[in-house]
């Protein structure tokens, strides 16, 4: 696949024109890095765009142990294309796994390129449009939502009231304090001669706090089965909306896999004109067993 090729399969540069396409890849410089070797590194200036000719690379975030692998690219993949517009720092590292080759495409080129095709600087243009707003489009509809804290922000005065009283009769405080109320009332009715409140008054004050009790913590339990109801709803719809972008995310995969495949059919074709019919009926027959 030639450079100009290998451009048309990447979604950046794919409604440019072949002759558009021609004049970005005489930009493109080949070089190869062996196995282990980075083509840059996190932290570096930035300013170039890589397409992988033939091999694999990884990227990965951080460094030594904390490092994590974001993406593996394999061959007609391209990474580095953020910096090739802002210029900054790379914000990963691209670690070759396998003796790769490499097409770059410089900042300085690109500029030369939009300075003599306008039309195809639009087109580019036009499509990192396009993927911003598919972008928006999915913060937008963003369907996590902390349903806790909008749950609170409409509670009544006697609601928040109610959740305090019986976030204070579940506590060890409350049990503390309580005691204590018995015992000094229990020394009082024992030890005092005189005008002693006496158990029967006991007995009223633990029945009217039993009965004024009850139904605030029942109000506050009903509140937090509301917000595990809320909470449940929203994991629900965040992992119905996970399960429909991994269903996309294949169906894409199936897409650039059986592309990949007639590429290389083609290429097989192409590398043995002899053999091509023979490719043909070990293609078909191949589909025969598939289905």
Not at 62 to 82: C, D, H, I, K, P
Not at 195 to 214: E, K, T
Request: hydrophobic fraction near 45%; aromatic fraction near 6%; charge should be negative.
């Amino acid at each position: 696949m030639n450079p100009a090729e290998l451009l048309a399969t990447i979604p950046l540069f794919e409604s440019l024109t072949p002759a558009e396409r021609d004049a970005l890849a005489e930009g493109l410089k080949e070089g190869t890095l062996a196995a282990g070797e980075t083509a840059f590194k996190q932290g570096d200036a930035g300013g170039e765009m890589y397409l992988v000719r033939d091999g694999a690379i990884d990227i990965t975030i951080g460094a030594g142990t904390t490092s994590v692998a974001v993406a593996s690219l394999f061959t007609g993949q391209y990474f580095g294309e953020l910096s090739l517009f802002d210029g900054l720092a790379r914000s990963a590292t691209a670690t070759a796994t396998k003796p790769t080759r490499l097409l770059c495409l410089g900042r300085a080129d690109l500029v030369r390129f939009i300075d003599a095709n306008p039309e195809g600087a639009m087109k580019i243009l036009a499509e990192m449009s396009n993927r911003m707003r598919r972008t928006n489009d999915l913060m937008s509809n963003q369907v996590s939502r902390n349903v806790v804290v909008e749950h609170d922000e409409h509670l009544t005065l006697g609601d928040r009231v109610s959740d305090k009283v019986a976030s204070f009769g579940g506590s060890w405080s409350f049990l503390g304090l309580f005691g204590l109320m018995i015992a000094a009332w229990i020394g009082v009715n024992v030890l005092v001669p005189y005008d002693r409140p006496g158990f029967l008054i006991l007995n009223l004050v633990l029945a009217v706090i039993a009965a004024v009790q009850a139904p605030v913590i029942m109000m506050s339990q009903n509140r937090q089965e509301t917000k595990s109801k809320l909470l449940a709803e929203n994991d629900y719809r965040v992992n119905l909306k996970n399960e429909m972008g991994i269903a996309n995310m294949q169906k894409g995969l199936a897409e650039v896999l059986q592309r990949t495949s007639m590429i290389e059919k083609r290429m097989g074709a192409l590398a043995r004109p002899g053999d091509a019919r023979e490719a043909e009926e070990r293609g078909a027959s191949g589909q025969r067993f598939d289905g």
